[in-house]
Each structure stands twice: as C-alpha cells, then as structure tokens.
C-alpha cells in the first residue's frame, strides 16, 4: 500500500512539472522576429517566471555547494584546535546548520531545478518553439515550398526549436553556474587572504579572453554546420522523395555523386568548428594548469609565513580543483551556447521569412451564392520572368462549365494558381460573385473550391482520411458513397499496407506512391466528390486514368458538375470538348473563345492543336468525338 502511495505521489510531482508548459497552447500564428534577440525574447517571453524560478533554484543549490568547501575547512580547523572529546559539543551548532545544509537545502534545490529544466523547460520550451514556427510556415505561399527542398524545411523547423532550448538551458547551467562560482570563489578568497586572488585574477582575464575572442568564430562555423546539415538532410529526402525516378533513370550512382557533395560540405565544415572548438580547450587546460600550480604554491608560502590555515589551505586549492573540474564542462556549455545561438540565427533565416500571400487585416469569408468567377484584367509574372498573364479578362457565369485549352507555358496552370490564391495578381483582379478575392479569407476562398489536378499528391494516411480530407465531418457512409461514385470501390478492398491494415484503413505511402496514377486520382476524384464545393476546378481530372475507367467516371464527373461552376483544363481535347464554352489561350492571352465546333471552323489555334491531336497519337475514340 505504502510503495503505491508512492508511486502516485513521484507520478503527481512529475505531472506538475510536465504540465508547467503546454506546448499547444493557444497562441496567434504571425511570423516569428527576423532579429535574434527578439526571436529568443519573443518565445521566452511567456515563460520569464519559469526561468526566474529555475534561476533562483540552481543558485541556492551552487551557493550550498560552495557552501560546503567552506564548511569542509572550517572542520579542518576546528579539529586542529579543539580536544577531540569536545568537538562535538562545542560545535553543536554549527554541525547541525551545515548537516540541513547538506541533507535539505542542497539536494531540494538540486531535485526542483534538474525537474524544472528535465521536465519542464526541454520538452516544453523545444516543443513550443517547433509548434509556433510550424503553423507559420505551413500558412507560407506556394511559392516558398517550391523554392525549397522540404526536408530542409521541415530540418530548420526541428533543428531551431531544439537548438534555442539548448541555448537557453547553457545560460541557466552553465553560464549562470560559472558567475556564481567565480563570485563566491572571490568572496571567499578575499576572506581568508586577498593575495589568493591574484592567480584567479589573471585565470579570469585569460577565460575571458577565450570567450570573447575565441568563441565567437565557433558561432559563425556553427552556423556552417547547421546550414551543411539542413543541406544535406535535404538532398538525402529530394533522392527519397524521388526514388521511383532514381530507379527508373538508373541514376544511384549520380544520386551518391549528388549526396556525396553534400556530405563533404558537411564535413569541412563540421572539422572547422571542430578546430575551432579544440583551441579553446588547449588554451583552457593551460590556464587551468598554471591556476592549480600558482594556488597551491601560494597558498603553502602564505601558511608558512603564518597568514593562512591548514583549513583555509583547503578550502583555497579545493574550491580552484572545482573550478578546473568545471571551467572545461562550462567552456563546452558556453561553446554549445554559441553554436545553438548560431544555428537559431541560420534557422531565422528560413522561418522568418515574411508570407507573400497573406490575408488581409479586415478580410472577411467569401460568401458564395452563384459561384459567377470573374478575371478583370488581370496581369502576373514569376519573379523576373516576363509577364505570364498578360491583361487577362474572362467572365465565367453562375453555373457555366468552360474549358481552358492552349500549348504548354500558355499560363493554364497559373490562371487557376491565381483563383485558389496561391500568388497575388500583380495587376487587374479575381472575383468570385462580386467579392475580390485578396479580401476575403484564404481558408474560406479554398473552402469552396474544389479541385482534382494531374499531379495528385496524396497523404501518407489511410485511404480513408484521404478521402474525408475533402470534409473531415463526413460520415462513413457517405465516404464509402464517394469511393463508389469514383469508382475507387473496386480496388480499395484489395489493398493491404506493409503493418497489415485493409482496405479503407491501409495507407498510401508518401504521396501516395503505393498506388497507381490511376488510383490516387481515383482517390483525389473522391475527396472532390464529398467537399462538393460550388466550384470545380478540373485540371487535366482524367489524365492518369485507362479509357475504361474514365468512361465510367465521366459520368459521375457529369452528375458532380450538375448545378456548379466548372472551369476545366485539358491538353486532351476531347475530354472537354463538350463544355458550353472553350477558351483558348496562348501567352497568357485569350486568343479564341467559343464552342468546340465554331473553334474548328475558325481554323484557328484551336483547330490545329485539335487536328494535330485526332490526325495524331489520339486515335479513334478521338476521331470519333470530332465526327460526331
């Protein structure tokens, strides 16, 4: 009974100090300070009490400590001038106060400060920092994640969290330790005699030397290191990622070559810190060599002349072989102190990033009654780029189905970009019933979109949080209603992962590798089918799909367009070329619109990429389509 109690009690104790920070707590997502300093202020902010209180702890529990060496030669010299059989009685007190000293001050305030930074500061403070910055840059543009490997991203996330942590908790136990014992050394030598101090003096002025000269190189290589590594973990995730076409084009041997530089960055930079690192520490086992000698030599020339005590003597070269005990542990927290101080700062330079593409302050959600789309004038470009939207008008009616034709690089694919607002239009404006969609919310903007596009990517989740990710709400039912209407019923009962689940709880794979092209649309046509948005956005929806398959899901693509705005894309004309309306583009500019047969009959561009197509690789089915 009583060893249950006290599993419970240490189970209490060790939930209050875990529950101290709640990593998930509810805070504003906005874009973490480019600055330093300001980045540590402002996730330390909110735990400021915390780290006061972690301060005092671990300083009552090094003062006891000194407390101790003091003590232990105080001992030394009562026992050399007091009778044994009274020792005890005439240091009763003093015994008494130095044994609460050693059996309850010191380990409480050791126990309550190793929690508070085991417990409560590592995870808590590491797990916020990743959280927050998380939820900023999963909010960041398209354009951000394409300029980027995402396993260097998904590095700095983790590594900054953890690399702030450490940078905290070295000033809380190390830093902080270090001025303690410096300024009760220095109390205690002025004590016993002043002249003590003269080695430790010139100790400091060389250990400060060492910092301040010395350590700040090992921030700047740190920040190599950390660069080196997120580069690294980066192409080793891109060859991962991209393995089916490592395979395909035989290239493992390039993809060493590719890592293998990687790698040899790492380790330059790696061996610089290193170096860096190792004349600290040279310069720190000298220094600590000359202190233990000087003191010793001091302390016995000043006890012969008669100014010191045996007891003194010991507390002098006791508390410096401390100090040589610590000063290289410290010199190590310092040194890790500054390489987490500099992988933060190369963490900055990734997280801190600002959005591009950001709602606006008064933005409020889009209210859909009609789903009419509206281009006025519109005008974008990539970065530098000549202008890939060139003065682009088009007005899409409530309920009207259009299809967007043109060669390749016309801008198809960046006109639909622009009405999910994955970049801001650089001229002119996008309206969905009137509302000007860099005004309303980003959320709600996509939330009424849906869209099944030619590269479907899907979650490395079960089948069947694929498929209610269109509405997280729906019901299995209705789940197993859109697998159907899909025609994605008919393989899913068949499929098993690698752990053994079936069915509609197997998973994918990353991105959803372990199905084919035609099953993960399938599975995206599904997902569209449940979220069953106003409007449909269809990009190249049957690509990947066997002429069976998309016979047979045509039709539900016909029921799922009944009533909704439609705007399809397609290199394939047939497939849209009963839309109510074609819009032909090229050069970010519409040159035709009209239906299928006034395009032919214009013999324009429209009719020779169709010619080209049914005289060509089409076949059949194709030609038929256009006799018919």
């Known amino acids: 009974m009583d060893g249950h109690w006290l599993v ?23 874009q973490p300070p480019s600055g330093t300093w300001d980045f540590f202020v402002h996730f330390l902010r909110p735990h400021w009490r915390l780290m006061l209180v972690t301060l005092f702890f671990t300083s009552v529990a090094s003062i006891s400590e000194l407390y101790l060496y003091a003590y232990l030669g105080h001992i030394l010299d009562w026992m050399t001038t007091t009778p044994p059989e009274a020792f005890f009685s005439e240091h009763a007190a003093g015994l008494a106060f130095m044994g ?158 590719f890592v293998a530089s990687g790698f040899v960055r790492h380790t330059q930079a790696l061996r610089e810190l290193l170096k860096a690192i190792l004349k600290m520490l040279v310069s720190l ?28 003597i010991a507390i002098a070269n006791g508390l410096i072989l401390r100090l040589n005990q610590m000063s290289g542990w410290i010199l190590r927290t310092i040194s890790a102190l500054f390489e987490g101080i500099g992988a933060v700062q190369n963490g900055i330079e990734t997280i801190s990033v600002e959005n591009k593409v950001l ?23 990539y970065d530098k780029e000549d202008r890939v939207i060139r003065d682009f008008s088009l007005r899409v009616d409530a309920g009207e189905k259009i299809g967007i034709v043109g060669r390749s690089g016309a801008g198809k694919s960046t006109l639909v970009n622009l009405l999910l607002r994955f970049y801001d239009v650089h001229g002119g404006g996008i309206f969905i019933d009137g509302q000007d969609i860099s005004k ?82 399938r599975i995206a046509i599904a997902r569209v089918i449940l979220k069953d948005a106003p409007l449909l956005v269809l990009d190249e929806a049957t690509s990947a799909l066997d002429s069976e398959v998309e016979a047979a899901i045509q039709d ?42 006034e395009l032919l009959k214009s013999n324009g561009l429209y009719s020779q990429l169709w010619n080209r197509q049914s005289g060509g690789f089409l076949g059949v089915e194709d030609k038929a389509v256009k006799n018919s």
């Open 359 to 381: 709602d606006s302050n008064s933005a409020a959600p889009l209210l859909v009654a009609d789903a009419s789309v509206e281009f006025r004038s519109v005008q974008f470009r």
């Open 440 to 521: 309303v919310t980003q959320e709600s903007l996509r939330a009424n979109i849906a869209m099944v596009s030619q590269d479907t990517s899907l979650l490395h989740r079960s089948i069947r949080e694929n498929i209610n990710y269109g509405r997280p709400d729906a019901s299995e039912e209705q789940i197993l209603e859109a697998a159907r209407l899909a025609q994605a019923a008919l393989f899913i009962p068949e499929l098993v992962d690698n752990e053994g689940r079936r069915g509609y709880d197997a998973k994918v794979g990353e991105r959803g590798v372990k199905l084919s092209g035609g099953q993960r649309q």
């Open 8 to 30: 419970r009690a240490r189970s209490h104790v060790f939930s209050y100090f875990e529950n101290l920070i709640d990593p998930l707590r509810e805070s504003a997502v906005e």
């Open 100 to 257: 609460f000293i050693v059996v309850v001050v010191r380990p409480v305030s050791m126990i309550i400060a190793r929690c508070l930074i085991t417990l409560t500061l590592t995870p808590g403070l590491t797990n916020t920092v990743r959280w927050q910055n998380h939820r900023y840059v999963v909010r960041q543009s398209l354009q951000y994640f394409q300029s980027d490997f995402a396993g260097r991203v998904a590095q700095k996330v983790m590594q900054t969290g953890n690399s702030l942590r450490e940078s905290v908790l070295n000033v809380l136990d190390g830093v902080w330790l270090l001025l303690i014992y410096l300024g009760g050394i220095i109390w205690l030598f002025l004590d016993i005699d002043w002249r003590l101090m003269i080695p430790v003096f010139f100790w400091i002025i060389g250990y400060g030397f060492v910092i301040l000269r010395m350590m700040p190189p090992v921030g700047s290589k740190s920040r190599a290191v950390s660069e080196a590594n997120s580069a690294l973990t980066g192409r080793i995730v891109d060859s991962y990622t991209n393995i089916q076409s490592v395979k395909l084009f035989a290239h493992a041997e390039r993809e060493e070559a």
């Open 556 to 597: 539900q693509l016909r029921d799922l367009m009944a009533g909704k705005t439609v705007i399809a894309i397609a290199h394939r004309l047939s497939t849209i070329a009963a839309m109510d309306r074609l819009v032909v583009m090229d050069k970010g500019l519409i040159v035709e619109t009209g239906s299928h047969d």
């Open 285 to 312: 086992v000298v220094m600590n060599t000359l202190l233990i000698v000087s003191t010793a030599l001091l302390s016995i020339y000043y006890w012969q002349q008669g100014t010191v005590t045996i007891g003194d």
